[in-house]
C-alpha cells in the first residue's frame, strides 16, 4: 500500500472514530433523556390515578346531592299534606 492511501484510509478510520465518540455521547444523551420522560410519565400515571378517584369521589357527592334534594322535596310535600290533616 502506497503512503498517500494509507493516509486517506488513516483519515478515514480518524473520521469513523470521531463520529462513533460523538454517537456513543449523543446515544448516552438520547439515555438520559429517556429516563427523564420515564419518570415523568410514571408521575402522570400517578397524578391521572388520583384524579380519577377525586372524580369519582366528585360524582359520587353530586348523586348525594342530588339524593338529598328528592329527599327534601318529598319531606317538604309529607309536612305539607300533614298540615293539611
Given at each position: 500500500?502506497?503512503?498517500?492511501?494509507?493516509?486517506?484510509?488513516?483519515?478515514?478510520?480518524?473520521?469513523?472514530?470521531?463520529r462513533?465518540?460523538?454517537?456513543?455521547?449523543d446515544?448516552?444523551?438520547?439515555?438520559?433523556?429517556?429516563?427523564?420522560?420515564?419518570?415523568?410519565?410514571s408521575?402522570?400515571?400517578?397524578?391521572?390515578?388520583?384524579?380519577?378517584?377525586?372524580?369519582e369521589?366528585?360524582?359520587?357527592?353530586?348523586?348525594?346531592?342530588?339524593?338529598?334534594?328528592?329527599?327534601?322535596?318529598?319531606?317538604?310535600e309529607?309536612?305539607?299534606?300533614?298540615?293539611?290533616?
Amino acid at each position: 500500500m502506497d503512503l498517500p492511501n494509507f493516509e486517506k484510509l488513516e483519515a478515514q478510520i480518524l473520521k469513523l472514530i470521531h463520529r462513533y465518540e460523538g454517537l456513543k455521547n449523543d446515544n448516552g444523551e438520547l439515555e438520559r433523556m429517556v429516563n427523564g420522560l420515564q419518570e415523568e410519565i410514571s408521575e402522570l400515571k400517578g397524578i391521572n390515578s388520583r384524579l380519577r378517584v377525586e372524580l369519582e369521589d366528585s360524582k359520587r357527592n353530586i348523586r348525594d346531592t342530588e339524593k338529598e334534594e328528592r329527599i327534601r322535596i318529598k319531606v317538604e310535600e309529607l309536612l305539607t299534606h300533614l298540615e293539611g290533616i
